[in-house]
C-alpha cells in the first residue's frame, strides 16, 4: 500500500519507504527550512504497519513518477514552473541545501561540508551492514561493529566538533547540510549502541544533539504525527 501524506501548499513531494533510514535528513532539513513537503510512504500494510514484502508497492508506484534513474527516496520539486525531479539522497541533500541555503558561507565550508558528508556515509555503510546481517551472524557483527566501527567514526566527529568554534555546528557559525546527516548517524549509533553517545565520554556529541533536537522547528516536527520515531531500518533487519 502506498500512503500519500498531503500537506496544505505543499511545494515538495518526498517519496520513500515507510522508515527513517535514508530520507530522515531530508525530512530535517525541509522541516528546519519550514517547507511544507507532503509525503508519499512505500510499503504499509492496510492498518498501518509495514509491510515485510515492500517491492510491489515500489514497482507499481515507480513507474508513475517520470524519473530518469527510479529509486528511493526521491524527491519532486513543484515550487518552479517547471517541476524538478531528483533521487539518489545525496545528490537531494545538496540540491536542498544550495536551495536554502544550508551549504556554508565560502568555498572552504563547502569543501568540509561534502568531506563531512562522505565521511557520515561511509559510517552509515558500516551501521547498514551491521544492521541488515540476519540470524546468528548478528551478534558478532554487532560486536565487531561497536569495537571498532563507533569508536573510530564517533571519535572522529566528536573531536572535529571539539575543534569548532562553535560546538553547536559541524561547519561555520550556523546550522549546514552536514549538520542534519550528522544528527541522524549519531543518534542512530546512540539507541544502536547504548551508552556510545553520553556526556561523560563524547560530551561534544552529547551536547550536539540534544541542541539539535531542541531546535523551535525540529522539535515541533518531532512532535507531529508524521515524525517516525522508529523504525530506522526495515522491519526484517535486526536493528530497527
Not at 108 to 131: G, H, K, P, T, W
Request: hydrophobic content about 40%; some cysteine.
Amino acid at each position: 500500500m502506498v500512503q500519500i501524506i498531503d500537506t496544505p501548499q505543499a511545494e515538495f513531494e518526498l517519496g520513500y519507504w515507510a522508515i527513517r533510514g535514508l530520507a530522515q535528513p531530508i525530512r530535517f532539513l525541509l522541516a528546519y527550512a519550514k517547507v511544507p513537503f507532503s509525503e508519499v510512504r512505500i510499503g504499509l500494510n492496510q492498518n498501518g504497519s509495514i509491510s515485510a514484502d515492500e517491492s510491489a508497492d515500489w514497482e507499481s508506484h515507480k513507474h508513475t513518477l517520470g524519473l530518469a534513474f527510479p529509486n528511493l527516496p526521491y524527491l519532486i520539486d513543484k515550487s518552479g514552473p517547471t517541476e524538478i525531479r531528483l533521487t539518489q539522497s545525496n545528490a537531494m541533500l545538496r540540491y536542498l541545501a544550495r536551495r536554502f541555503d544550508f551549504y556554508g558561507d565560502s568555498e572552504a565550508e563547502q569543501i568540509s561540508i561534502d568531506i563531512l558528508q562522505d565521511e557520515a556515509y561511509d559510517f552509515r555503510n558500516c551501521i547498514v551492514e551491521v544492521s541488515y546481517t540476519l540470524g546468528d551472524g548478528y551478534p558478532a557483527a554487532f560486536a565487531e561493529f561497536a569495537a571498532t566501527a563507533i569508536p573510530r567514526y564517533l571519535d572522529g566527529f566528536e573531536s572535529y566538533l571539539a575543534k569548532e568554534e562553535n560546538g553547536s555546528y559541524f561547519v561555520g557559525k550556523r546550522i549546514s547540510l552536514a549538520d542534519f546527516v550528522l544528527y541522524e548517524l549519531i543518534w542512530q549509533a546512540s539507541i544502536m549502541v547504548p551508552g556510545s553517545v553520553e556526556q561523560s565520554n563524547r560530551p561534544t556529541l552529547f551536547a550536539f544533539i540534544k541542541t539539535f533536537a531542541k531546535h523551535p522547528a525540529i522539535a515541533a516536527y518531532m512532535a507531529s504525527e508524521e515524525y517516525i520515531e522508529r523504525p530506522v531500518n526495515m522491519p526484517y533487519a535486526s536493528f530497527t
